[in-house]
C-alpha cells in the first residue's frame, strides 16, 4: 500500500485520496480513518490474491485501499456533487455529476475489467481490478461498522 509504479501511479490514487478521503475521515475521525484505510487496504490485497493466485508478480499501489474509501463515500455522500472532465461531442466539459454516479460507474468498469480476464498475469504486472473491486466492497463495509454514533440529548 506504501509503493508505486511511478509517479503518475503515486499522483493518481493521491488524486483520488484527496477528492473523496478528507470527509470519509471527518465522519471517522484521525485514527478510526487510518485502522480504515489499512484494514481496506489489506482486505482488497487478500481479495486480488485469492483471485490471481498463480500471479508471480508483487502487487504495488494504494489503489484497494483508496477503492475502500470510495466505497464508503458511495455510501454516505451519494448525492454529493463531484467535478467532472466528461467529453461531449468532441469537446471537454467540466460538469457536477452525483458522486453515486461517478462512484458507481468507476465500480462498474473495474468490475468488468477484472471479470473480463484484464489486469495481472503469471509474467507480468497490470491493474489489480479485483483489489479496486475488494476495497470498494469492503470499504463499504467496514464504514457501517466504524462510523462513530451520533450520541442523543
Known amino acids: 500500500m506504501f509503493l508505486h509504479g511511478g509517479w503518475f501511479h503515486l499522483i493518481g490514487n493521491m488524486w483520488y485520496l484527496w477528492i473523496f478521503g478528507d ?12 485502522l480504515f484505510y489499512l484494514l481496506a487496504g489489506l482486505g482488497a490485497g487478500v481479495l ?5 493466485y498463480h500471479v ?4 504495488v499501489g494504494a489503489s484497494g485501499a483508496i477503492a475502500g474509501v470510495l466505497g464508503a463515500y458511495f455510501l ?3 448525492f454529493a456533487r ?5 467529453p461531449i461531442i468532441f469537446i471537454w466539459q ?5 458522486a453515486a454516479i ?17 489486469g495481472a498475469d503469471a509474467t507480468g504486472g497490470g491493474v489489480a ?16 461498522v466504524m462510523m462513530r454514533k451520533k450520541r442523543g440529548r
Open 56 to 59: 508471480e508478480v508483487p502487487t
Open 94 to 98: 467540466v460538469i457536477e455529476i452525483p
Open 129 to 144: 481490478w479485483w483489489a479496486h473491486v475488494g476495497g470498494f466492497v469492503i470499504g463499504m463495509v467496514l464504514i457501517r
Open 102 to 118: 461517478v462512484l458507481g460507474l468507476w465500480f462498474l468498469m473495474q468490475l468488468v475489467s477484472g471479470t473480463a480476464g484484464g
Open 76 to 78: 454516505l455522500y451519494p
Open 23 to 34: 470527509n470519509i475521515e471527518d465522519r471517522l475521525g484521525h485514527l478510526r480513518f487510518l
Open 48 to 52: 486480488h490474491t485469492a483471485v490471481n
Open 82 to 86: 463531484v467535478l467532472t472532465l466528461v
